[in-house]
Each structure stands twice: as C-alpha cells, then as structure tokens.
Nanobody, 117 residues
Framework: QVQLVESGGGLVQAGGSLRLSCAAS?????????MGWYRQAPGKPRELVAA???????NYADSVKGRFTIYRDNAKNTVYLQMNSLKSEDTAVYYC??????????WGQGTQVTVSS
C-alpha cells in the first residue's frame, strides 16, 4: 500500500501564499504515474485542484489556473502545490492523490488550508 504524507497547510490571509508537499513511500510506488491534489470544502464534493504525470503533463481546475502551480520531483516521489493569490473560496481540506492513471488509486490524510478575508 502506497503511503502519502502531506505537509504545508495552515492559515493565511487572502492574497497570501502557501506551498503544499506530498511524499509517496512504501508499496508499489514504482507504479505511480500521476500525482495530484484534490480539495473538499464543507458541504461540497471533493474536487480536482491539479494533477501532474511523471512526464510533467498537467491538469488544473479552471478556478486555480494562473494562481496555483503543481510540480514534482520524481527522484523523491514528491509532489508540490504552490498556491498564490489565495482567496477565501480556496479554504478546504486538501488531499494528495496518486495513481497509475489520472484517476487516483491512493489518498493522503488531508491537510487543512484556511484563507481569512
């Protein structure tokens, strides 16, 4: 079983920045192609924020394009999400994901991001 460990969440003022990190370990990490981030706000379904393949193809939600950047270090099996110009509507629990394809096979425990206005 692949383990995903997230870090970097917290409280930030609107307009500020945060960087999330997620490291994959254990299990069949060699099978992981796509890593990404989803988020879930209270009362809303979980939604894709951004994802990146091992070949650096990316997919972003329209709501974060131009503000968030996803990148990865394949040697460290780590994916990052740089979040700039944060808005109150970005407040959510952010979940790291990993999988063989664009659909996640594994999930992290989640990290809270709170943006105060």
């Amino acid at each position: 079983q692949v383990q995903l460990v997230e870090s970097g969440g917290g409280l930030v003022q609107a307009g500020g920045s945060l960087r999330l990190s997620c490291a994959a370990s254990r299990g069949s990490i060699f099978s992981i192609n796509v890593m990404g981030w989803y988020r879930q706000a209270p009362g809303k379904p979980r939604e894709l924020v951004a994802a990146i393949s091992s070949g650096s193809s990316t997919n972003y939600a329209d709501s974060v394009k131009g503000r968030f950047t996803i990148y990865r270090d394949n040697a460290k099996n780590t994916v990052y999400l740089q979040m700039n110009s944060l808005k109150s509507e970005d407040t959510a629990v952010y979940y790291c994901s990993a999988g063989r394809t664009w659909g996640p096979d594994y999930w992290g425990q989640g990290t809270q991001v709170t943006v105060s206005s």
